[in-house]
C-alpha cells in the first residue's frame, strides 16, 4: 500500500485505551497522599506485539518513580527507569486531585498509558490511543447511556420496566428532568434497535411471501 492517507490506521487496527495498560492518578494518591507505601505494580500482556508489560511505581508527593520493563520471549527484558511530576490541583468539594504529567508532552492527566513499543507514560493522545467507547457500536453506546440514565433515577437498568417511581428523597424538579433524559435515551435507543432489526424483518416478509397460503389459497 503506501501514499496519501497511508499513516492513518483505521477502525480495529488501532489500539484502544482498554487495550492498554494504565496507571490512574486516584489509584495511587488518596487525600492528598500516597495511599500505600509499597511500590504499586501493574502488568498486562499485549497480545499483539506477544510483549509482557510490568510497571512498578513508587509514588511520592511531588512524582512518581517508575520501573517499566517490557518482556519478550527470546530476548533480554528492557527496562526503563521514569520519573513522572505529580502537581495538585484543589477540588471544588475540598481536598486536591492528582495530575500526572505525561513524559511526551508535559500535559497534566489523570491516566498515564504504557505502550510496549513506544516511550512509556504517555497521555492518550501522545500514546495515541482511541477511548474503548470509540470502538463500541452505536447501539452499545446508546444502551449504554439508557442504563446510565436509569441508574442515575435507581431503575433497574433492563429497558422495558417503565416508569420507574420518584426515589425517596429526591426532588420532584431532579426527577421529572431525570425522567424526560432517560425518556430520550430510551427513544435513541429503541431507534436504533430497530435499525438493527429490520434487516430481519425483511428477511422474514420474504419468506412470508415465498410460502404456499395453505387453506386460503387452496380454496382460491
Ligand atoms: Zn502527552
Redesign the pocket.
Known amino acids: 500500500m503506501g501514499g496519501i492517507g497511508s499513516g492513518r490506521v483505521k477502525g480495529s487496527g488501532k489500539l484502544t485505551t482498554e487495550d492498554t495498560l494504565s496507571i490512574l492518578a486516584s489509584e495511587l494518591y488518596k487525600s492528598g497522599r500516597p495511599r500505600e507505601e509499597s511500590p504499586v505494580i501493574r502488568r498486562k500482556r499485549d497480545a499483539r506485539h506477544g510483549i509482557d508489560v510490568i510497571v512498578s511505581i513508587v509514588p511520592d508527593k511531588n512524582h512518581l518513580e517508575c520501573t517499566v520493563t517490557r518482556v519478550e520471549v527470546g530476548s533480554e527484558p528492557k527496562v526503563d527507569e521514569i520519573r513522572v511530576r505529580v502537581s495538585w490541583t484543589p477540588c471544588a468539594l475540598g481536598g486536591q486531585r492528582a495530575a500526572l504529567h ?1 513524559v ?4 497534566g ?1 489523570r491516566r498515564l498509558f504504557v505502550r510496549p513499543l513506544r516511550i512509556p507514560l ?2 492518550r ?2 500514546a495515541r490511543l482511541r477511548y474503548s467507547s470509540q470502538t463500541r457500536s452505536r447501539y452499545e453506546r446508546r444502551r449504554a447511556k439508557l442504563e446510565e440514565a436509569r441508574a442515575r433515577l435507581g431503575a433497574s437498568s433492563a429497558p422495558y420496566t417503565w416508569p420507574p417511581p420518584k426515589p425517596k428523597g429526591m426532588h420532584w424538579k431532579t426527577y421529572d428532568s431525570l425522567l424526560r433524559e432517560a425518556e430520550a435515551a430510551e427513544n435513541a435507543y429503541r431507534e436504533e434497535l430497530e435499525k438493527r432489526l429490520a434487516p430481519y424483518g425483511r428477511w422474514l416478509s420474504r419468506r412470508l411471501a415465498q410460502r404456499p397460503l395453505g387453506d386460503e389459497q387452496a380454496a382460491s
Open positions: 505525561c511526551g508532552c508535559g500535559k492527566v504517555l497521555c493522545s501522545c
